[in-house]
Nanobody, 126 residues
């Protein structure tokens, strides 16, 4: 099995910043030769939506249009960790944020991802 543990969520005012981290571990995870990682989010009563994704080498990234220029996804493969730096946060960014893993190539469709974390709450006040 693969375990993905998100951290870094919290309560911030509009215009503030947070950095989310997701650390991967487990025997099944070690069987992936290369893998893409992504971030998704879900607000109460709404569908889960794509936020950002990154390829194995970090050379390819994708972002939801509404977060471009504000969020940056990165990874440190030596630490099996993906990050999401979130700047200029808005109340509409409030959601539970989930990280996920799939084999290469990187995609933005959630049902193509194999493993998911438990989520971390991000709340942006106005």
């Amino acid at each position: 099995q693969v375990q993905l543990v998100e951290s870094g969520g919290g309560l911030v005012q509009a215009g503030g910043s947070l950095r989310l981290s997701c650390a991967a571990s487990g025997r099944t995870f070690s069987t992936f030769s290369t893998y893409a990682m992504g971030w998704f989010r879900q607000a109460p009563g709404k569908e889960r939506e794509f936020v950002a994704a990154i390829s194995w080498r970090g050379s390819t990234t994708y972002y939801k249009d509404s977060v471009k220029g504000r969020f940056t996804i990165s990874r440190d493969n030596a630490k099996n960790t993906v990050y999401l730096q979130m700047n200029y946060l808005k109340p509409e960014d409030t959601a539970v944020y989930y990280c996920a893993v799939k084999r290469e190539p990187v995609r933005t469709t959630e049902n193509l991802y194999d493993y998911w974390g438990q989520g971390t709450q991000v709340t942006v006040s106005s």
